[in-house]
T-cell receptor, first 115, second 110 residues
Framework: DVKVTQSSRYLVKRTGEKVFLECVQDMDHENMFWYRQDPGLGLRLIYFSYDVKMKEKGDIPEGYSVSREKKERFSLILESASTNQTSMYLC??????????????FGPGTRLTVT | RKEVEQDPGPFNVPEGATVAFNCTYSNSASQSFFWYRQDCRKEPKLLMSVYSSGNEDGRFTAQLNRASQYISLLIRDSKLSDSATYLCVVNIINDYKLSFGAGTTVTVRA
């Protein structure tokens, strides 16, 4: 079974703090993704990576950065947290860029509250 | 306009009933389609892929209508355990990124 883990289930941070969310997958997947999920808006892609040290912006990258130093680990960084970044953050991975492997496997999510 | 749109519901149905709902997508170049299931406070998980000819997995049937750009999911003989939010997911322009709908909530009551 593919396993995607995230460093925290719940996190409370203050406005202006730097926040690190970590994601690890154990199935040697090439692609990793960070989403945020808000009621009525669905999942929105923040950043993704298709290889170590490679990253591409998703639909809503503003206020976020990412790091992928190892294949299994993909970190999301909020440089200066703001209240509008309060959300559920979901990490996902998929095997390759081949069309046959589009299925994404998700971690349990981190519910971040910025006060 | 959103790339993927769903009726948010909720659809409240009794056990044993049939429930069906659709999702529309805006990009005619979309190539791959999926239904994911998300339980309350849990992560999304793949329920089934949707193939051009339509496909069935037990009590679940998915259909694709390319001409009208929608996909559908039908659940027969609903169980209490089918209560969840169903996410419509589309692969846009032969890219390995996926676009997600906001979800349709189904509640099955005893």
């Amino acid at each position: 079974d593919v396993k995607v883990t995230q460093s925290s289930r719940y996190l409370v941070k203050r406005t202006g703090e730097k926040v690190f969310l970590e994601c690890v997958q154990d199935m040697d997947h090439e692609n990793m993704f960070w989403y945020r999920q808000d009621p009525g808006l669905g999942l929105r892609l923040i950043y993704f990576s298709y290889d170590v040290k490679m990253k591409e912006k998703g639909d809503i990258p503003e206020g976020y950065s990412v790091s992928r130093e190892k294949k299994e680990r993909f970190s999301l960084i909020l440089e200066s947290a703001s209240t509008n970044q309060t959300s559920m953050y979901l990490c996902a991975s998929s095997l390759t860029r081949d069309r046959a492997h589009y299925e994404q496997y998700f971690g349990p999510g981190t519910r971040l509250t910025v006060t | 306009r959103k790339e993927v749109e769903q009726d948010p519901g909720p659809f409240n149905v009794p056990e044993g009933a049939t429930v069906a709902f659709n999702c529309t997508y805006s990009n005619s170049a979309s190539q791959s389609f999926f239904w994911y299931r998300q339980d309350c406070r849990k992560e999304p998980k793949l329920l089934m892929s949707v193939y051009s000819s339509g496909n069935e997995d037990g009590r679940f049937t998915a259909q694709l209508n390319r001409a009208s750009q929608y996909i559908s999911l039908l659940i027969r003989d609903s169980k209490l355990s089918d209560s969840a939010t169903y996410l419509c997911v589309v692969n846009i322009i032969n890219d390995y990124k996926l676009s997600f709908g906001a979800g349709t909530t189904v509640t099955v009551r005893a």
